[in-house]
Nanobody
């Protein structure tokens, strides 16, 4: 079992930036493929960005949103989501998720962090 802990959410204004962090207490991020998902009220959960583990300390990052950037710091053992030019429609609970390379689906989830963009 892998525990994931997110932080960095909050209330911001339209156009602001915010960086979310995710750490796995007690283990390294190595060998895990990770992603950020979000779920807005009344909507289905959607993937925002993914960092696919390639090997060693290398991940291949893909963002589904142009204003968002996912990154991994192996030194800090932390997954990040940099969000720029935030809009009200970005308001959601953001979740960090991970899975081992031996499985296809995301199997480990954080508790979520609320991001609210106020106009």
């Amino acid at each position: 079992q892998v525990q994931l802990v997110e932080s960095g959410g909050g209330v911001v204004q339209v156009g602001d930036s915010l960086r979310l962090s995710c750490v796995p207490p007690g283990r390294t991020l190595g060998s895990l493929t990770m992603a950020w998902f979000r779920q807005a009220p009344g909507k289905e959960r959607e993937i925002v960005a993914e960092a696919k583990w390639i090997g060693g300390s290398t991940w291949s990052a893909t963002s589904k949103k142009d204003r968002f950037t996912i990154s991994v710091s192996s030194i800090k053992n932390t997954l990040y989501l940099q969000m720029n030019s935030l809009k009200p429609e970005d308001t959601a609970v953001y979740y960090c998720a991970a899975h081992r390379s031996s499985v296809e689906e995301y199997e480990y989830w954080g508790q979520g962090t609320q991001v609210t963009v106020s106009s």
